[in-house]
T-cell receptor
Framework: DVKVTQSSRYLVKRTGEKVFLECVQDMDHENMFWYRQDPGLGLRLIYFSYDVKMKEKGDIPEGYSVSREKKERFSLILESASTNQTSMYLC????????????FGPGTRLTVT | AQTVTQSQPEMSVQEAETVTLSCTYDTSESDYYLFWYKQPPSRQMILVIRQEAYKQQNATENRFSVNFQKAAKSFSLKISDSQLGDAAMYFCAYRSGNNNDMRFGAGTRLTVKP
C-alpha cells in the first residue's frame, strides 16, 4: 500500500513564526504536491514537484516555499505565518504519468493565532 | 485555465438508494483525465474512480459509475445501493494530459440516512 505521511495532524502557531510542514511518501513517486483545503473552495494547489530539487508554483504560492532534497520528502514552509494561512494542508504524491491518481496524506490542520 | 464546478454543496441519500453527484469542467484540451475522490470524515482522501477522456465507455467500479459526457463537459458520479460508509466529501478533479495542471472542484458533502 502507498503511504503518504505528514508530520503533524494539528499545529498551532503564532503570527510571524516560521512553520515547516513535512510530507513523506514510500512508493518512489516522482510527483509530490502541496494543497490547501478550505470550505467551499475545494483543494487549491500551492506547489508541485516533479523531481528532486524541481518545483513549480501552483495557483496560490504567495507566502509559501517548498523544499525537495530527497525524492521521498517534500516540505512546505511558511516563512512568516499569518492568520489567513489558517487552513487544512494536504500533501499528495503520484507517479509521473498524468493518468495516475494521487495518493493523499492525512492532512495537517494549521491554526495561526 | 481549466475550471471544475460542483454545483451541489450538499446531498443526502437514503441507505440502499441511488444518488448522483454532478461535476462540470471547462477545458480546451483534448487530452485529459477526470477523477472522483472521496474524503471520509477525519480520514485520508482516496480515489473512487477515474475516466480517460479518450475513452467513450463510462468507467465503473463496483457500486460507483460515471456518466461522462465529453461534448457537454460533464462528469457525474452515480452511487448505487448507498451505504453508511459512503458518507463523505466527494471531489471531482481534472488532470491535464499535456502539462501538470490539476484542478479540483469545491466538493459535495454526501450524507447517507439509515
Amino acid at each position: 500500500d502507498v503511504k503518504v505521511t505528514q508530520s503533524s495532524r494539528y499545529l498551532v502557531k503564532r503570527t510571524g513564526e516560521k512553520v515547516f510542514l513535512e510530507c513523506v511518501q514510500d512508493m518512489d513517486h516522482e510527483n509530490m504536491f502541496w494543497y490547501r483545503q478550505d470550505p467551499g473552495l475545494g483543494l487549491r494547489l500551492i506547489y508541485f514537484s516533479y523531481d528532486v530539487k524541481m518545483k513549480e508554483k501552483g495557483d496560490i504560492p504567495e507566502g509559501y516555499s517548498v523544499s525537495r532534497e530527497k525524492k521521498e520528502r517534500f516540505s512546505l514552509i511558511l516563512e512568516s505565518a499569518s492568520t489567513n494561512q489558517t487552513s487544512m494542508y494536504l500533501c499528495a504524491s503520484s507517479l509521473a504519468r498524468p493518468s495516475r491518481e494521487q495518493y493523499f496524506g492525512p492532512g495537517t490542520r494549521l491554526t495561526v493565532t | 485555465a481549466q475550471t471544475v464546478t460542483q454545483s451541489q454543496p450538499e446531498m443526502s441519500v437514503q441507505e440502499a438508494e441511488t444518488v448522483t453527484l454532478s461535476c462540470t469542467y471547462d477545458t480546451s484540451e483534448s487530452d485529459y483525465y477526470l477523477f472522483w475522490y472521496k474524503q471520509p470524515p477525519s480520514r485520508q482522501m482516496i480515489l473512487v474512480i477515474r475516466q480517460e477522456a479518450y475513452k467513450q465507455q463510462n468507467a465503473t467500479e463496483n457500486r460507483f459509475s460515471v456518466n461522462f459526457q465529453k461534448a457537454a463537459k460533464s462528469f457525474s458520479l452515480k452511487i448505487s445501493d448507498s451505504q453508511l460508509g459512503d458518507a463523505a466529501m466527494y471531489f471531482c478533479a481534472y488532470r491535464s494530459g499535456n502539462n501538470n495542471d490539476m484542478r479540483f472542484g469545491a466538493g459535495t458533502r454526501l450524507t447517507v440516512k439509515p
